[in-house]
């Protein structure tokens, strides 16, 4: 079979899955990326995220991870929901938490579609990574003209906006590969106007991920700086301010995914609820959540720090 055929059967299984675009890029180090990615860590913008400089050549190669890789399969899944909580007051959770842990529903697609590539192509040697290895996500998915990154760096795409989870697929297989798309931002600075933190570069295209509101909520142990106290927002799990206001997100379609529903008790819990959250509610209603990443101690930690900044 041709890498024209095998591309068209990719795309097909994909979109059966649910992922709502594919793309494909050739698999070689990313040199620019490299640079960029050393910068960032260089000016210590990964905070506490140490991990962020393990296996640096692996991150900006991948054929240091599949042994022969010729292919880069990007995927996006929608995963935008226009339900809110109920309460006004109640502290925020971003839109991605609310139902169950994306990388255990996606990792079980992906799998399904390696299993389907094997099946129909033949033995292609290939690895599935949902936002758990070291793979830049959002520069792959602009190489395979997914979207765009844009000046909150997170990828974009003209006619769905960026509420999207991004996956990859690896493999030794040579496909047909798109070709990036046209950077759409313009002149916008919505998003870096409205990051409480200035988390984003005044030119945009840069985040200080030590400033981010998700990072202090969900990747920092330690206490948070008091210098950021009543800048939140209201925040006590990830944020979706960068998000909400860029005018992309105007074409946000809500996803179709079961999985990806609130739990019944998230979205009408209140202000009180929240201030009065036990470790049995936590673990009820964040038993299936990335939310659980933060831990019990870790989510009463935010919402204490709001709580004290009003």
Request: charged letters at 25%.
């Given at each position: 079979m041709s890498a024209t055929l095998h591309t068209r059967l990719i795309r097909e299984e994909a979109r059966r899955l649910g992922f709502s675009f594919i793309g494909m890029a050739r698999a070689e180090r990313m040199d620019e990326e490299a640079r960029r990615l050393e910068a960032w860590l260089h000016k210590g913008m990964h905070g506490q995220m140490a991990y962020m400089e393990n296996y640096f050549e692996q991150r900006v190669d991948p054929r240091l991870l599949v042994e022969g890789a010729r292919s880069m399969v990007s995927l996006a899944y929608n995963h935008y929901s226009p339900q809110r909580q109920s309460d006004p007051e109640a502290p925020k959770i971003a839109q991605y938490a609310y139902g169950e842990d994306y990388h255990f529903v996606l990792k079980h697609k992906l799998k399904t579609l390696l299993?389907?590539?094997?099946?129909?192509?033949?033995?292609?040697?290939?690895?599935?990574?949902?936002?758990s290895a070291p793979v830049l996500e959002r520069d792959w998915a602009r190489r395979a003209g997914v979207g765009w990154?844009?000046?909150?760096?997170?990828?974009?795409?003209?006619?769905?906006?960026?509420?999207?989870?991004?996956?990859?697929?690896?493999?030794?297989?040579?496909?047909?590969?798109?070709?990036?798309?046209?950077?759409?931002?313009?002149?916008?600075?919505?998003?870096?106007?409205?990051?409480?933190?200035?988390a984003i570069d005044p030119q945009g295209y840069w985040v200080d991920g030590s400033k981010c509101i998700s990072y202090f909520t969900i990747e920092l142990r330690d206490a948070i700086p008091e210098a950021f106290k009543g800048k939140f927002e209201n925040w006590m799990f990830g944020c979706d301010i960068c998000q909400d206001?860029?005018?992309?997100?105007?074409?946000?379609?809500?996803?179709?995914?079961?999985?990806?529903?609130?739990?019944?008790e998230?979205?009408?819990?209140?202000?009180?609820?929240?201030?009065?959250?036990?470790?049995?509610?936590?673990?009820?209603?964040?038993?299936?959540?990335?939310?659980?990443?933060?831990k019990y101690a870790g989510l009463k930690r935010n919402i204490d720090f709001l709580n004290a900044g009003e």
């Open positions: 299993a389907f590539i094997r099946e129909q192509i033949g033995e292609v040697n290939g690895r599935c990574f949902v936002d990154v844009g000046k909150n760096t997170l990828l974009i795409h003209p006619k769905a906006g960026s509420y999207f989870f991004l996956a990859e697929l690896i493999l030794d297989l040579e496909l047909i590969y798109d070709q990036p798309i046209k950077d759409y931002c313009g002149t916008c600075t919505r998003c870096i106007d409205a990051c409480p933190t200035d206001v860029c005018p992309w997100n105007r074409f946000a379609g809500p996803h179709n995914e079961p999985a990806f529903e609130p739990h019944a998230l979205l009408g819990m209140t202000k009180s609820d929240w201030t009065d959250l036990t470790e049995a509610v936590f673990q009820r209603v964040f038993r299936k959540s990335p939310v659980k990443r933060t």
